[in-house]
């Protein structure tokens, strides 16, 4: 469980810091060829790069996930149980219901 957490925090990170990066160094002029743009290009071409990077990192975390065994990971008895017995209780109240509703008619 520890892994997934630290997996989805890296991606969080990643997700904030790239744009950030991409439209600090346009905007800084870090980034080779980004003094000839003029300000409207530099703009829209940051921007774009910014939200080109976050899909980008979104896309290599699904991958990350669906790579990981599915065999690692089974619910917890108690909570399937618990969860079986709030099933049949509610389809219970549910048929109950609908029968005081066929009597009154």
Known sequence: MAAVITKFFIASMIMWIAPLAILFGFNHKLLPGSTDLSPYSKTLLSGFLAVISVNIVIVFYIYMALKEPSDKHEPDPAFVAEAKAS???????????????KKQE
């Open 87 to 101: 099933v049949n209780q509610s389809t219970d109240k549910a048929e109950s219901s609908s029968e005081s509703l």
